[in-house]
């Protein structure tokens, strides 16, 4: 019955023009590509939508499938594709180096390497001046937690639940969400403590939150006082005197969390957890893999939306548009405790990906993506929070720059989670009008807007108008 449902909803969303022709799909016919998925790769690698997308190739914030079709990719391979899909710079650039030198590894100097660990950490402030390049988010985690233990001699380390900090044995004892979490041991020496979520946790309400949209939800602050900021530090408080020994080797957090749907914290939590940690002998961790080069508009790096400095700095994802590369940033004395012996990396920091980890530094700065991502962000976050004053059943949207949330819920007094079946058929809607978008939270309820950074406010008002829509179509489904 369902199949016959038509919508009386039409859509006035015309997507914006590009002048980008692709070129015509010439491998095999998609049903073909299916059987392949089917008995060659890996079923724990899940696609997105009923009907798979086959992905054929990608320019700026546009992607193309093999029948030609064009998409609007508001979630960027997964807050990956920073500069835009095959940015002519860092194509170039990678081109260049793979004609000259793939890889020798870095027992030898070679250019790539030292050019790009010199530009890469002159975008942090001192004593953050050290780098260790790896090849993903969940190996520089990884280093980051032997790192704090090794230079503490403390092992345990704190982490907050909802947080994705990868998915190595190692790491899977930070990530804090169960559909990550498999029935082997882990976590030794991980532990977890309470999430600062003012939508859904017990505080919060409509000041607490650094983004140009607050939550519906009231708020019991005062001038001056974040009364949810200090029940949350109370929270954390808590779990150090209980829950770990006198001494700890560190506490890892994103400045925003990413998979769990641009989940942020009241001001001044961070700041206040990383003093409790550093009295207890412990380094601090900021896991930027996905807040990291101007992604939140109005800094660099998320850490400094907080007003703080880590120890430890983890990168990846936009770092390389896309190159499978990561690292780890630090200080020169934690760093030589990992001196102490041999650790190797192979792959990490290779010329190719030196190369086009440079190449998005220079894109960043030259096409301005960080006022861009401020600007179009703040439009976005501001469109999107209209359509949560109009439908019940947007409870949250929230984030900075272009790193945005969007939480579905049954009716915003219970906050209840908005089941699957309806949050996929809104997702379908907005794909079959061509606006991919992300999913994520612990029950998928949020929408993860995170785009390419190079993206338009007339992106922004077709995307929205797409959404609109597939809301006004599911509220007649509802009826």
Known sequence: RQQKWKSSVSTQAKMPPCDFVPEKYESYPYEHMQKIREQNIAPSLRTYYKKPLLLHQGHMQWLFDHEGRRYLDLFAGIVTVSVGHCHPKVTMATQKQLARLWHTTNIYMYPAIHEYAEKLTSLFPDPLKVVY??????????????????????????????????????????????????????????TTTMLPDVFRGPWGGSHCRDSPVQTVRKCSCTEGACHAKDQYIEQFKDTLNTSVPKTVAGFIAEPMQGVNGAVQYPRNFLKEAYQLIRERGGLCISDEVQTGFGRTGSHFWGFQTHGVVPDIVTLAKGIGNGFPMAAVV??????????????????????????????????????????????????????????????????????????????????KDSRSPLPAEEINQIWEDCKDMGVLIGRGGLYSQTFRIKPPMCITKRDVDFAVEVLHTALQRHMERAA
Do not use: W
């Open 133 to 190: 390049l790896t090849n993903s988010g969940s190996e520089a985690n990884d280093l980051a937690m032997f790192m704090a233990r090794l230079h503490t001699c403390n092992f345990d380390i704190i982490c907050l639940r909802g947080g994705y900090h990868g998915g190595s044995p190692y790491t899977l004892g930070l990530t804090s969400l169960t559909p990550y979490k498999h029935g082997v041991a882990n976590g030794f020496g991980c």
């Open 330 to 411: 630090t200080t020169k004395e934690i760093a030589s405790s990992l001196a102490q012996n041999l650790h190797f990396n192979t792959f990490g920091g290779n010329p190719l990906a030196c190369a086009a980890g440079a190449a998005v530094l220079d894109a960043i700065e030259e096409d301005s993506l960080q006022k861009n991502s401020e600007d179009v962000g703040t439009y976005m976050l501001l469109e999107l929070a209209k359509l949560r004053d109009k439908f019940e059943i947007v409870g949250d949207v929230r984030g900075k720059g272009l790193m945005i949330g969007v939480e579905m819920v049954t009716d």
